[in-house]
């Protein structure tokens, strides 16, 4: 039986757009294989919206967005507007009001992509941040003293709650049973964080009890880091804290290559609220309009999407012809070693899925 999704589409700022263009074509192709439509409304929400109007979106977006299947974003982000304007007004209030409490976020390293890490074999690296991404460091809460004086202060408050920590934690681990080496890593920084990581170290370790078959790792954010470049092949399932999983996910997307292939999904698993699909990058204004962007994250969110809609053959589609343009040297964005454009890369992976047998 065939099915048919509306998308909302926010392109954003910067290469948000110009990404998000490659991946609607992909996509919509893989899914026209497989006897399914998507139709996508497209939002000018963003910065050119804020400099006319103050704001990053309208007062009812998130009402608008409510009533869409899922939402494809490229980036926000503009060198004259403060980032913290631009993340609060629009990509955070998405992921707190739909409940997007997962943040999925795949670090694989493709075969015809070299790491910048010595002697790494295709597959080698395969992991899978799971990202807490309503709470924690990102709640913005605090407040501003004195402000622009010489007595000037700021207190910016954490926040974890054992509901938070556990839903996150328990879906790193509902997914760890689902893959073959069975682990999960968790990365706090507990000694100096003594109240929210603790509780999050605790919660850990009780919702572990539950999980006998799964092998457990926590470590210090800093040592963390250390190891994913010492030893990332020895990582399966990370899960992190809000800012901590960003943070991380920018060190994993590296080590595959290219933060132009860091994919990720906001995830409301419940499936009460729209999810949303987003490459992990910004909006790069240094290459902004240039046509040089690397699509393939964003082509990847949007495979990411389908299977998340339940059109598991399609994404599947868009998978495979992302790894065989990378397989057999397709055309590359210069962020890989390549002087292909975004619309080549488009294009090549474009024609991959329309050849591949369904
Ligand atoms: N692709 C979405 C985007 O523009 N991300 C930039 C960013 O800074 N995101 C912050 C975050 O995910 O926490």
């Keep these: ?164 920590c556990e839903r996150i934690i328990r879906a790193a681990f509902e997914q760890a049973i689902l893959r073959p080496r069975r682990r999960v890593a968790s990365i706090t920084k507990s000694n100096a964080q003594g109240f929210g990581m603790v509780l999050w170290d605790e919660v850990f370790a009780h919702v572990a009890r539950d999980y006998p078959q799964i092998e457990t790792e926590s470590l210090l954010v800093d040592r963390a880091v250390m190891e994913f470049v010492r030893r990332p092949e020895s990582f399966d399932v990370v899960v992190a804290s809000n800012l901590f999983g960003d ?24 499936r009460q609220h729209p999810s949303l699909f987003e490459p992990v990058h910004g909006s790069a204004p240094d290459i902004a309009g240039k046509g040089i962007a690397n699509p393939l994250a964003a082509i990847l969110s949007a495979a990411m999407m389908l299977s998340h809609l339940g059109l598991d053959a399609a994404a599947r589609l868009v998978h495979r012809g992302v790894s065989e343009l990378l397989q057999s040297h397709g055309p590359r964005t210069p962020d890989l070693g390549g002087t292909a454009t975004t619309d080549q890369v488009g294009q090549g992976v474009l024609e991959r899925v329309t050849q591949l047998p369904v």
Excluded at 36 to 56: A, I, K, V
Excluded at 90 to 104: H, M, W
Excluded at 257 to 269: I, R, Y
């Design 1 to 164: 039986m065939s099915a048919e999704f509306r998308i909302a589409v926010i392109g954003g700022d910067g290469i948000g757009p110009e990404v998000t263009e490659q991946a609607i074509r992909v996509a919509e192709a893989a899914v026209a294989k497989t006897g399914n439509q998507l139709t996508w409304t497209r939002f000018p929400w963003g910065t050119d919206y804020y400099f006319e109007h103050q704001r990053m979106a309208p007062p009812d977006f998130l009402d608008q967005l409510a009533t869409y299947d899922a939402m494809l974003l490229g980036a926000v982000g503009h060198p004259e507007v403060q980032d913290h304007l631009t993340l609060n007004g629009l990509l955070l209030p998405i992921r707190r009001r739909f409940d997007q409490c997962v943040c999925l976020r795949p670090a694989y390293l493709y075969a015809g992509v070299e790491s910048p890490l010595r002697n790494k074999a295709p597959g080698s690296i395969d992991m899978l941040v799971f990202r807490e991404n309503t709470e924690g460091e990102y709640a913005n809460i605090g407040g501003r003293l004195y402000q622009h004086t010489e007595h000037d202060v700021a207190i910016q408050t954490s926040v974890f709650t054992r509901r938070g």
């Design 247 to 270: 943070i991380l996910t920018d060190l994993s997307a590296i080590i595959v290559g290219s933060m132009g292939l860091a994919a990720s999904g906001n995830l409301d698993p419940t």
